[in-house]
């Protein structure tokens, strides 16, 4: 009898012992995550959060050179805003923005789609002609410009000597408002097609032979293949494919910049390269209406994210 009041008595003390340490066990596991978060919200609050109150704090207020040294700048509210609306410049620029970024990422996507399928057969120097593309990708954005600057010259350009050649005469492609535009986004989908190329080639080598196996049994074609298969499977890696070049090709400007300076006229002028000229294109910056476009393209790349997680959604249900 006494043994097992012993024993009962053990018992209740390992579960007493048991209750109390399992709320400890909670609350190190609850710092143990913290511990391990705390560098990504420090990131996200130091390199994101601040740098967008930063520029929101900028667009409301009249903020000149010597209001950033004085510390004193004029508060102006939503007065920035209906400026950079009312301008003349505003739907020019938005005009030249959708031209842009949409002809850059629809080219960008079907060139690298069209490369990923061909390179997914896996030929002889497949690997080469793969590390050959990504070139453009990994060239400064300063030398690719510069390079289809000269390419595209007027005078002595090698693009108007070859169409010379053919017995088309002189195209003033950076010089002439008709063609400005079409010169910068034919350098920007070339930059961005060896991005396009790795990521669909990357989500082509989840695709299961298997499928494509059973297809070719059942007696369908390469086109039946591409549009029953490899397209409909490919459709998460291709959202955010697409995002990520609608965000990346709206604040493009080292490229603009470089070969037109957004002219001549406003012909090649974007939304960002509009921001970067107010505030450091000029010997006169204007820091707040730049922040006031800069914040425009921060709404229209967050609206595109919304629509890019309700189309996850739609895809996962």
Same mark, same amino acid.
């Given at each position: 009898?006494?043994?097992?009041?012993?024993?009962?008595g053990a018992v209740r003390e390992a579960s007493?012992?048991?209750?109390?340490?399992?709320?400890?066990?909670?609350?190190? $596991?609850?710092?143990?995550?913290?511990?391990?978060?705390?560098?990504?919200?420090?990131?996200?609050?130091?390199?994101?959060?601040?740098?967008?109150?930063?520029? &929101?704090?900028?667009?409301?207020?009249?903020?000149?050179?010597?209001?950033?040294?004085?510390?004193?700048?004029?508060?102006?509210?939503?007065?920035?805003?209906?400026?950079? @609306?009312?301008?003349?410049?505003?739907?020019?620029?938005?005009?030249?923005?959708?031209?842009?970024?949409?002809?850059?990422?629809?080219?960008?996507?079907?060139?690298?789609?069209?490369?990923? %399928?061909?390179?997914?057969? *896996?030929?002889?120097?497949?690997?080469? @002609?793969?590390?050959?593309?990504?070139?453009?990708?990994?060239?400064?954005? &300063?030398?690719?410009?510069?390079?289809?600057?000269?390419?595209?010259?007027?005078?002595?350009?090698?693009? *108007?000597?070859?169409?010379?050649?053919? $017995?088309?005469?002189?195209? *003033?492609?950076?010089?002439?408002?008709?063609t400005a535009l079409l010169a910068v986004t034919?350098?920007?989908?070339?930059?961005?097609?060896?991005?396009?190329? %790795?990521?669909?080639?990357?989500?082509?080598?989840?695709?299961?032979?298997?499928?494509?196996?059973?297809?070719?049994?059942?007696?369908?074609?390469?086109w039946q293949r591409f549009t029953r298969i490899?397209?409909?499977?490919?459709?998460?890696?291709?959202?955010?494919?697409?995002?990520?070049?609608?965000?990346?090709? @709206?604040?493009?400007?080292?490229?603009?910049?470089?070969?037109?300076?957004?002219?001549?006229?406003?012909?090649?002028?974007?939304?960002? &390269?509009?921001?970067?000229?107010?505030?450091?294109?000029?010997?006169?910056?204007?820091?707040?209406?730049?922040?006031?476009?800069? *914040? @425009?393209?921060?709404?229209?790349?967050?609206?595109?994210?919304?629509?890019?997680?309700?189309?996850?959604?739609?895809?996962?249900?």
């Amino acid at each position: 009898m006494t043994s097992l009041h012993t024993r009962t008595g053990a018992v209740r003390e390992a579960s007493g012992r048991h209750q109390h340490a399992a709320p400890r066990r909670r609350r190190s $596991g609850r710092w143990t995550a913290a511990a391990f978060l705390a560098p990504l919200i420090i990131y996200l609050i130091v390199f994101y959060a601040y740098p967008l109150y930063r520029n &929101i704090d900028l667009s409301l207020h009249d903020y000149t050179p010597r209001a950033f040294i004085q510390g004193n700048p004029e508060f102006t509210g939503l007065a920035n805003y209906r400026a950079i @609306l009312s301008d003349d410049t505003f739907l020019r620029a938005l005009r030249n923005t959708a031209v842009f970024t949409l002809a850059s990422i629809a080219a960008q996507y079907l060139i690298g789609l069209a490369l990923a %399928v061909f390179f997914h057969r *896996n030929f002889r120097l497949s690997g080469v @002609l793969r590390a050959l593309f990504l070139v453009p990708w990994l060239l400064p954005l &300063i030398v690719s410009a510069s390079t289809w600057s000269w390419l595209l010259n007027s005078d002595n350009g090698i693009v *108007n000597a070859a169409l010379q050649a053919f $017995g088309i005469g002189q195209i *003033n492609w950076l010089t002439s408002p008709g063609t400005a535009l079409l010169a910068v986004t034919v350098a920007n989908i070339w930059l961005g097609v060896p991005f396009n190329l %790795v990521i669909l080639y990357a989500g082509l080598q989840n695709i299961p032979g298997d499928l494509y196996e059973a297809a070719g049994l059942d007696g369908a074609g390469p086109w039946q293949r591409f549009t029953r298969i490899t397209f409909p499977l490919l459709r998460p890696v291709t959202l955010i494919t697409l995002l990520l070049g609608l965000i990346y090709t @709206l604040k493009v400007v080292d490229i603009i910049w470089i070969m037109t300076r957004g002219g001549p006229a406003d012909a090649s002028t974007t939304l960002a &390269i509009w921001s970067y000229r107010e505030a450091f294109g000029t010997g006169q910056p204007d820091f707040s209406p730049a922040a006031a476009v800069g *914040n @425009l393209l921060i709404l229209i790349a967050f609206v595109a994210g919304l629509v890019h997680v309700r189309l996850q959604r739609e895809e996962t249900a």
